[in-house]
């Protein structure tokens, strides 16, 4: 059922803010004088210490998934003390890479269903290590054969284009980071922060969503584009990446997301007054050096495209040379969760202008079971 919008896609982007709350529900603990706030999570509580002890945590999916937790590893890094590494579960399975009985693997799939993942997960059983699933489906085959998980109950996507998964599957393993890091003494302000980050966090979702009519009209401008890139770096490399798939999953656009910091060692080159790149530059610890990063495309008459927090239109865009997104701040592992939904937005209004089918876009499947 769709209600009032036009598509599926459409408005899973615009439930959003239901969908993370859906996510959080019964997981934060507000805490008060005598307990601390914290994070529940019901389906990991018997399997935290083997995962504290694991050697690495091996984070593994496909397509969006693998965006999510891509997304996430910055602070899954920061609370967890162990080392994170991330697998496209086809490339895993390529190399036979290695999977050892001290990792933790973590397999994230909105389907539960894709066979690649479902593959990897097989060989990391074979493998000895502990299975957690990261799943939307309950009951699925991922959630059915991994020794533990955490759904992450977005309610249930339609549309081919992972949308609300995706800021769920983010919030879920921001969630994890939270948990493995809880018994830390010397990071509890920062997850306490992160907490209190997280129960503002639809509320930040609604205010971002305002820029629809933003979003439709930039679109307007790019609709007989061949190509957009999109830069990013730190928290939000996955926001370029998950932003040129959906672009080019749904409006058929060549798109790629770039991370900024390999601009010098090749993408450069593309830089005219002709190509778009979208300049992603919120406010973070990578904040001075993405505003280098945006003078620099300026200098090659570079046709910029900046988001940036909210009240840093005029800084970070030399003269008016450039269009501006200004978006929320939220805590800085929680800002991926924000500055995708433009992204997804912009992906809709073109595919729509440019009439092509926002749910099933040629050529792909909601759930790739086959190799
Ligand atoms: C569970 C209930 C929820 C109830 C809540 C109350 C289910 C599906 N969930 O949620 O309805 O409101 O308790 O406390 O009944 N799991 C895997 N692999 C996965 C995902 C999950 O093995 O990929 C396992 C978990 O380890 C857990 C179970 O499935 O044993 C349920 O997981 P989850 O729904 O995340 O647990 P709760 O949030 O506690
Ligand atoms: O169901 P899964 O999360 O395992 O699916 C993985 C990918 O097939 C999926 O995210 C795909 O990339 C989406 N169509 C992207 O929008």
Redesign the pocket.
């Known amino acids: 059922n769709k209600g009032h919008y036009e598509h599926y896609m459409q408005k899973e982007i615009h439930e959003q803010p239901e969908s993370l709350t859906t996510t959080m529900r019964?997981?934060l603990i507000r805490g008060d004088s005598c307990k601390a706030k914290s994070v529940l999570?019901?389906?990991?509580k018997d399997h935290l210490k083997t995962i504290r002890r694991s050697r690495r945590l091996v984070f593994i999916g496909c397509g969006t998934s693998y965006n999510a937790a891509l997304a996430a590893r910055p602070i899954l890094e920061e609370l967890s003390g162990v080392p994170v590494t991330m697998e496209i579960a086809s490339d895993l399975l390529d190399r036979q890479g290695p999977i050892y009985r001290e990792d933790t693997a973590f397999f994230v799939s909105q389907s539960?269903e894709t066979a690649d993942t479902l593959n990897a997960l097989e060989y990391a059983l074979e493998n000895g290590a502990l299975c957690v699933?990261?799943?939307n489906t309950?009951g699925s085959a991922?959630?059915r054969n991994?020794?533990?998980?955490?759904?992450i109950n977005a309610g249930c996507e339609i549309g081919v284009a992972s949308t609300k998964a995706y800021t769920s599957q983010i919030v879920v393993m921001a969630m994890i980071a939270l948990v493995i890091g809880d018994d830390t003494i010397s990071s509890q302000g920062r997850r306490e922060a992160i907490i209190d980050g997280l129960f503002d966090l639809p509320n930040k979702v609604r205010e971002v969503l305002k820029l629809d009519q933003e979003m439709k009209d930039l679109a307007k401008l790019l609709v007989s584009e061949q190509s957009l890139l999109v830069f990013g770096r730190g928290y939000n490399y996955a926001t370029a990446l998950e932003g040129a798939l959906k672009v080019k999953e749904v409006s058929l656009m060549h798109s790629e997301g770039i991370l900024a910091g390999e601009m010098k060692h090749g993408p450069l080159a593309l830089v005219d007054e002709n190509l778009p790149i979208v300049v992603i530059a919120t406010r973070d610890a990578c904040f001075t050096k993405q505003q280098s990063v945006i003078q620099q495309l300026h200098a090659r008459k570079g046709r910029l495209i900046v988001m940036c927090s909210k009240g840093d239109g005029s800084l970070v865009c030399p003269g008016d040379s450039c269009r501006v997104i200004e978006v929320p701040q939220v805590e800085d592992c929680l800002q991926p969760v924000i500055n995708v939904v433009p992204l997804q937005l912009l992906a809709y209004h073109l595919t729509v202008l440019r009439g092509y089918n926002v749910d099933q876009p040629r050529n792909l499947a909601k759930s790739v079971t086959t190799q």
Do not use: A, F, K, M
């Open positions: 019964g997981r999570l019901g389906g990991l539960g699933g990261i799943t309950v991922i959630s991994t020794h533990c998980g955490v759904h």
